[in-house]
């Protein structure tokens, strides 16, 4: 992994932490983040990635959260964005997960599909732009929609249970790799540190010579005076 990804996934988990208290907050759509999608669609099995990529969907009553009832989260498997709370979730009987909204209003976007002979509105996530599912205006209240997703884009975590990021983005020899590359930067800290230290003597001793030079300097000066004092007197005299 390159040190890119590696900064990428320290700042994908600034990003997400920024994005509690502005969920607007969204990654810009540069060759960074191009990067670490690519990235994060290479870590995907085949069945996510036809789902999430080519907009293909899961045979009905086949996902696992299908029949879930536990409390919970519901998180982007591709970039582990927040997109379902389990309050919103009810038995739709359709045979996919079912929510009447989402997370929060930035969570998921909405484009026009006319896929197979039919009109009908997808639902992607916002981040990462993986399909997701479809929204239908069948729901329950209070929004009497009913977002039908892929159990198999979807990652749940129980109430209480924070999704561990890092480690979602990163393999344990990356993760390993990251805690070394912590350990060397912090020897690196010290190593400077202790330079600096060195360095600050070393100016204080030179501030000191230049101090002795400076007043030999003043008294070199002054003998030299004295001397052109005494040549003068002697001139005069001479006359
Ligand atoms: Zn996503």
């Known amino acids: 992994m390159s040190k890119n990804s590696i900064l990428?996934?320290?700042?994908?988990?600034?990003?997400?932490?920024?994005?509690?208290?502005d969920p607007k907050f969204e990654i810009q759509n540069d060759d960074f983040s191009t990067q670490i999608l690519n990235n994060w669609l290479s870590n995907l099995d085949t069945e996510t990635y036809q789902i999430a990529r080519q907009s293909q969907t899961?045979?009905?009553?086949?996902?696992?959260?299908c029949g879930l009832l536990e409390s919970g989260d519901y998180y982007c498997k591709v970039c582990n964005q927040h997109?379902?709370?389990?309050?919103?979730?009810?038995?739709?009987k359709s045979g996919w997960p079912s929510y009447y909204r989402s997370a929060n209003e930035f969570s998921v976007k909405t484009k026009s599909d006319k896929a197979y002979g039919m009109e009908r509105i997808e639902v992607i996530c916002s981040r990462c732009g993986s399909h997701l599912g479809h929204v239908f205006d069948d729901g329950p209240k209070p929004t009497g929609q009913r977002f039908c997703m892929n159990s198999k884009v979807l990652k749940f975590a129980k109430s209480g249970e924070k999704l561990d990021l890092l480690g979602e983005i990163l393999s344990k020899d990356e993760r390993e790799n990251l805690a070394n590359t912590k350990i060397e930067n912090h020897a690196e800290i010290q190593n400077m540190d202790s330079k600096l230290e060195k360095n600050?003597?070393?100016?204080?001793?030179?501030?000191?010579s230049i101090n002795t030079i400076l007043n030999n300097l003043n008294q070199n000066i002054i003998n030299l005076?004295?001397?052109?004092?005494?040549?003068?007197?002697?001139e005069n005299s001479l006359n």
Do not use: C, H, M
Request: charged share 25%; proline share 2%.
């Open 225 to 234: 005076e004295s001397a052109k004092k005494q040549i003068e007197n002697l």
């Open 58 to 65: 899961e045979k009905p009553f086949s996902g696992e959260y």
């Open 8 to 21: 990428y996934s320290v700042f994908q988990k600034i990003n997400q932490n920024l994005q509690q208290f």
């Open 83 to 92: 997109l379902f709370d389990s309050e919103s979730k009810f038995e739709s």
């Open 200 to 208: 600050t003597a070393n100016i204080v001793n030179l501030n000191d």
